[in-house]
């Protein structure tokens, strides 16, 4: 006996309004994923090399973790690297500012969100997102380094997607360096006794981050990985940092 479900398609539903209506969306909603990808390729094509800072937007200036993020922003922008934040506050504001006043371009990748994010005014780009995986996707695509702050459940999520993408070779190998010992030490030590023995991941896989909390050491592990590895970094020379808002605020 066939028991195979009906499942009516949208050009069979009786009501032919409401089917024009939801196909309509969905077709709307592609085209608005698609302007995403080319607008921030268009944008970011020649803003290489550079590093993306994760981590909360709940942590204030005070935080000492604020003041790591920025000053480390600082140091691998005056060394020639772009800086990717998500643009809002926390400790991407902190990114943002500590990029911007070094020698490379601050880029921010906005995401529309009912609360917490608001854009910070330390971006030389600063990109709007209605979508986290087009986000995610430019974030990955254009990152030769990734750094990871303390941050909740949005960092948890950018830190997974990195690991999963280089762990299963869909990305390419970037050095994945988490700042804050004492805040990942909990984490790493459950992904060591329960993630490891289980076989759930390889014991190498844990080689792929580095904890580091001196900022100095941050940029030197950052350009001894493509070193000792003998990957190239693109390093092709940065645009010209926009001169008013108005060139350089581009919202997609």
Known sequence: MDKRKVI???????????????????SWQMFTIMAEFIEATEYLSEIRPAVSIYGSARLKPDSKYYQLASTIARKVSDAGFA????????????????AHAGKSPSVGLNIELP????????????????????RKVTFVKNSDAVIVMPGGFGTLDELAEV??????????????ILVGAEFWEGLLGWFRSAL????LINPEDMDLMQ???????????????YEDSGEEVDDQEHPARPDSDEDRMFYL
């Open 163 to 176: 690991l999963t993408l280089i762990q299963t070779k869909k990305s390419r190998h970037v050095p994945i």
């Open 8 to 26: 009516p398609s949208l050009r069979s539903l009786a009501d032919q309004e409401r089917a024009t209506a939801k196909k309509a969306r969905a």
């Open 211 to 225: 904890v580091i909390d001196d900022p100095d050491q941050v940029l030197e592990a950052v350009l001894k990985f």
């Open 115 to 134: 609360h917490e994010q608001s854009g910070n005014q330390w971006q030389d780009i600063s990109l709007r997102f209605r979508h986290f995986f087009t």
């Open 83 to 98: 800086v990717i934040s998500g643009g809002g506050p926390g400790i991407m504001e902190a990114a943002n500012q500590g």
């Open 196 to 199: 490891v023995p289980m076989g």
